[in-house]
T-cell receptor, first 117, second 112 residues
Framework: AQKVTQAQTEISVVEKEDVTLDCVYE???????LFWYKQPPSGELVFLIR??????QNEISGRYSWNFQKSTSSFNFTITASQVVDSAVYFC??????????????FGGGTRVLVKP | DTAVSQTPKYLVTQMGNDKSIKCEQN?????MYWYKQDSKKFLKIMFS???????INETVPNRFSPKSPDKAHLNLHINSLELGDSAVYFC???????????FGQGTRLTVV
C-alpha cells in the first residue's frame, strides 16, 4: 500500500525566511509520480509540481524548489523568501504511474505554513 | 474559464435528507474523481471514473452514488445523510496515465 507522511503539522515563519516542507513516501511501485499541492485559506487545491520517479533532477521555479531523493524516499519542498501569500496548507501526494485508468492520489496529512509579516 | 467547477459551494442540510453535488470539467480529461477532505484536512479518494466507467470505489458507503453522464461530468448523490458525512468534497479530473489532477473549488457539506 502507498503511504505519504508529512511529519511537520505546522510551520510558522516571518516573512522573507525560507521554509522547507518534508515529505516521506512508501510505495512498492518502481515507477510513480510525486506531487505538491497548495490549499490556501480560500480552500481550493492548487497543483504546484509533479515529479516522475525516474527523474531525480531537482528543480527551481521562481521561489519554489524541490529536492527529490529516491534513496531516502523523500520529496521535500522549499519556499525561498517566504511571503504572506504563501500562507496555506501544503500537501504532498503520490500516485502510481502508467496505469490504464483511475490514477489515484495518496495524500499526506498536510503541513500548515503561516507566514507572518 | 473555470477548468473544474462544482456546485454548490456550500450545502447545509438535515440528517436523513438526500443531496447531490454536480461537477463539470472543460479540460478535455477522460478521468474524473471525487475526494473527501475531513475536518482534520485529511484528503482521501472516494471514486474514480474513466470515460464514464467506474474504476475506483474506495469502500465508500452505498449511500454515496456517483454518476457520470459523459466524460466531462461526474455528479455525486448522497442518500440518507448522516452527521459524519460533513466534510469538504472535491471533484477533480486528469488525463489517463499521467496522474496529475486538477481540482474544483470544493463543496462544504454540513449535516445538522
Amino acid at each position: 500500500a502507498q503511504k505519504v507522511t508529512q511529519a511537520q503539522t505546522e510551520i510558522s515563519v516571518v516573512e522573507k525566511e525560507d521554509v522547507t516542507l518534508d515529505c516521506v513516501y512508501e510505495t512498492r511501485d518502481t515507477t510513480y509520480y510525486l506531487f505538491w499541492y497548495k490549499q490556501p485559506p480560500s480552500g481550493e487545491l492548487v497543483f504546484l509540481i509533479r515529479r516522475n520517479s525516474f527523474d531525480e533532477q531537482n528543480e527551481i521555479s521562481g521561489r519554489y524548489s524541490w529536492n527529490f531523493q529516491k534513496s531516502t524516499s523523500s520529496f521535500n519542498f522549499t519556499i525561498t523568501a517566504s511571503q504572506v501569500v504563501d500562507s496555506a496548507v501544503y500537501f504532498c501526494a503520490l500516485s502510481e504511474a502508467f496505469k490504464a485508468a483511475g490514477n489515484k492520489l495518496t495524500f499526506g496529512g498536510g503541513t500548515r505554513v503561516l507566514v507572518k509579516p | 474559464d473555470t477548468a473544474v467547477s462544482q456546485t454548490p459551494k456550500y450545502l447545509v442540510t438535515q440528517m436523513g435528507n438526500d443531496k447531490s453535488i454536480k461537477c463539470e470539467q472543460n479540460l478535455g480529461h477522460d478521468t474524473m474523481y471525487w475526494y473527501k477532505q475531513d475536518s482534520k484536512k485529511f484528503l482521501k479518494i472516494m471514486f474514480s471514473y474513466n470515460n464514464k466507467e467506474l474504476i475506483i470505489n474506495e469502500t465508500v458507503p452505498n449511500r454515496f452514488s456517483p454518476k457520470s453522464p459523459d466524460k466531462a461530468h461526474l455528479n455525486l448523490h448522497i442518500n440518507s445523510l448522516e452527521l459524519g458525512d460533513s466534510a469538504v468534497y472535491f471533484c477533480a479530473s486528469s488525463t489517463t496515465g499521467v496522474g496529475e489532477a486538477f481540482f474544483g473549488q470544493g463543496t462544504r457539506l454540513t449535516v445538522v
